[in-house]
């Protein structure tokens, strides 16, 4: 994927120092930040190198303006709550590098009328599937697992798809933003999604997720024909290696979505009541002549969070090699 260009320009040396450092320590960033403390420096840089982001101390937004550049100008307030600026939008300075990058992404993706090229990848991006028909498995814990294992080594995105996450309370991140709105973002045809998607993404122990949607309904209204183009999005324009499809029977064309699989996991329990839901789904199957599935399914059962974390270390380690 080209590297786009990011500026950022404030007369105080250690913030602009800092801020690029932490920016470009990412794995694989979007943006190559920049860091100048002398307007003339960046209007000069940015003639022969223009930058797509460059974000501005306050008071020198008029003199940048004057020269007029490109790219999109965002203004680094030193007031938390500040009156917008008729030009250019704002984000407050004093806040985590984090924060200010998502919101910086979410902008850059709502207005620029580029994309961001496509993603070239040595090897297809893998996807893990773990689904189980009984509940209480531990089937969120073992993706979530799972994922935290091959992120370690291989960027790798986790996607709750089950119709009460939980998520808002043991997880809670962002603006609002979930996975129906990012679905609903790429519906509308905007190019920027790589920068949409890196700017609402949480992370949990180094695994990336998005936010998963907020109510049953919202998963429901999620059709087929979405769910293909959310993953052919992520295939093309995104840079992860991995992604860990967390399924439940809430979600439409579960099992044409399981059929994509290049792998899933069933944890599963050992009770009677489990055993009958079992046999039901493999008869569903059956019915359906999607046998295959079963084919690429590994059953599993724990008997303890330790044994759940050496089975994810296990597997984790033989994705990666793959």
């Known amino acids: 994927m080209k590297r786009r260009q990011m500026a950022v320009c404030d ?66 307030s030193e007031e938390e709550y500040q009156e917008e600026m008729p030009d250019y939008p704002m984000i407050y300075k004093y806040q985590s590098c984090q924060q200010i990058l998502r919101k910086a992404y979410a902008i850059y993706a709502e207005r620029t009328p580029a994309g961001l090229g496509t993603a070239l990848r040595l ?35 986790y996607l709750n798809m089950e119709e009460f996450s939980g998520f808002e309370i043991l997880y809670p991140w962002g603006d609002g933003w979930t ?82 699989c290049d792998g899933i996991y069933m944890p599963h329990a050992s009770d009677e009541t489990a055993q009958a839901k079992l046999w039901q789904y493999k008869e569903a199957l059956k019915l359906l002549e999607m046998e295959d599935i079963l084919e690429k399914t590994e059953k599993i059962v724990f008997s303890s969070a330790e044994q759940l974390e050496e089975y994810a270390r296990m597997e984790g380690k033989k994705w990666r090699e793959m």
């Open 179 to 260: 996975l129906s709105e990012l679905i609903y973002y790429m519906k509308q045809g905007k190019n920027a999604f790589a920068c949409k998607l890196e700017s609402m993404t949480g992370q949990i122990g180094g695994l990336d997720y998005i936010p998963p949607v907020k109510s049953p309904l919202e998963l429901r209204s999620i059709g087929r024909e979405d769910w293909e183009k959310l993953l052919e999005a992520l295939e093309k324009e995104s840079r992860y290696e991995y992604v860990i499809l967390d399924l439940s029977c809430g979600v439409e064309s579960l099992f044409e979505l399981l059929e994509q």
């Open 123 to 157: 090897r297809d991006m893998k996807r893990i599937g773990v689904f189980s028909p009984a509940g209480r498995t531990g089937k969120t814990s073992f993706a979530l697992a799972l994922g935290k294992e091959l992120a370690k080594q291989r960027r790798t995105l």
């Open 11 to 76: 007369e105080e040396q250690e913030y602009t120092r800092r801020f690029a450092g932490y920016a470009n320590r990412y794995r694989d960033p979007l943006f190559t930040v920049h860091g100048y403390t002398n307007i003339q420096e960046l209007i000069e840089d940015t003639k022969e190198h223009p930058a797509d982001i460059i974000l501005l101390s306050g008071n020198l937004t008029k003199e940048l303006g004057k020269e007029g550049q490109t790219g999109q100008i965002i203004c680094l």
